[in-house]
């Protein structure tokens, strides 16, 4: 297995990685964005790719929810959740008051902004690719004084020549963020009964209850929904398509009707994927929507009809 992830070495996408049975002695190839890595999949230059797709306080990862939900279709086949703390890294001999810019991921700047106005108050933000990205900017010609970044501890254990100038900046101590692995198109995961389902439904026709018609489909069938997001398709103002994920599995009754369901009032649904999820919880459902009596009522319509 080959599989690439959003780099360079030492990103929490690569701790995701490494969660996964094998990875750990596979090829790993740093992507310097979500959409290099995913193009590396649907080229066919690795096998699967790790990417960013939710953090417990930002939300949504807007870069990968557009990039998977466009463009060839790819599957996700697995889910990791990893805990996220956050330290200040500067070149050595550099102190918390001469900090003047900090280069970080955005997602990274948002988590941390609390503890930054308390006591960088002065310091300007710079975008980086990734917390790692923004860290190993410092070793470089470019770097100035009183340049620092934030990151997570493991780059600044890989790079000695980095001076950790504070730590458990983090103004969310509980920050988890959830990682995908995402393939080519090929079979299901198997369903294991704690299962999650992604998929991106575009609005065909802005209307009085259009969103409401979509939901219907997951509540009318006891499907709870853990994650629904509009996002803009970028064809023209106002024109969105939302960004799901449901309780379960494709190859759970209930599941497979919303599908159904889904597809009749939007053609254009994209499945993205089945896979068992990292929490292992197993969604709650009453005796009414259970998988069984989804079947039960189409052996009764199958009965009625004489097949």
């Avoid at 509980?174 to 995402?182: N, P, S």
């Avoid at 597809?263 to 009453?286: C, K, M, N, Q």
Wanted: hydrophobic fraction near 40%.
């Amino acid at each position: 297995m080959i599989y690439t992830f959003l780099g360079p070495e030492g990103t929490f996408t690569e701790a995701a990685l490494l969660k996964v049975p094998g990875a750990r002695d596979a090829a790993r190839i740093p992507s310097s964005n979500v959409n290099e890595a995913l193009d590396r999949v649907r080229a066919g230059e690795v096998d699967a790719a790790m990417v960013p797709i939710e953090n417990s306080v930002e939300g949504g990862v807007t870069a990968t929810l557009d990039a998977i939900s466009t463009g060839p279709e790819l599957r996700i086949v697995r889910e990791e959740l990893v805990p996220i703390t956050f330290v200040l890294v500067a070149r050595r001999g550099t102190r918390v008051s001469d900090v003047k810019r900090v280069f970080t991921h955005g997602h990274a700047w948002a988590q941390c902004r609390s503890w930054a106005a308390a006591n960088i108050p002065s310091a300007e933000y710079a975008p980086a690719s990734s917390t790692a990205a923004g860290a190993i900017s410092l070793l470089e010609d470019g770097s100035l004084p009183g340049d620092a970044a934030i990151c997570g501890p493991i780059v600044a254990e890989e790079h000695p020549e980095l001076s950790v100038l504070a730590s458990d900046i983090g103004d969310n101590p509980g920050a988890v963020t959830r990682f995908i692995l995402v393939s080519r198109p090929a079979g299901l995961p198997p369903r294991t009964g704690a299962d999650k389902t992604t998929i991106a439904v575009p609005l065909p026709e802005d209307h009085p209850g259009a969103l409401m018609e979509i939901l219907w489909q997951f509540a009318s069938r006891g499907v709870n929904l853990s994650r629904i997001e509009s996002r803009p398709t970028g064809e023209y103002l106002g024109h969105y398509f939302f960004s799901i994920d449901t309780e379960g599995h494709a190859q759970d009754a209930r599941v497979a009707d919303a599908l159904a369901g889904l597809h009749r009032i939007s053609p254009e649904t994209r499945f993205l994927g089945s896979y068992p999820r990292a929490d292992a919880v197993e969604p709650a459902v009453g005796s009414v929507n259970a998988d069984e009596a989804f079947e039960a009522s189409r052996a009764w319509v199958s009965g009625i009809l004489g097949d």
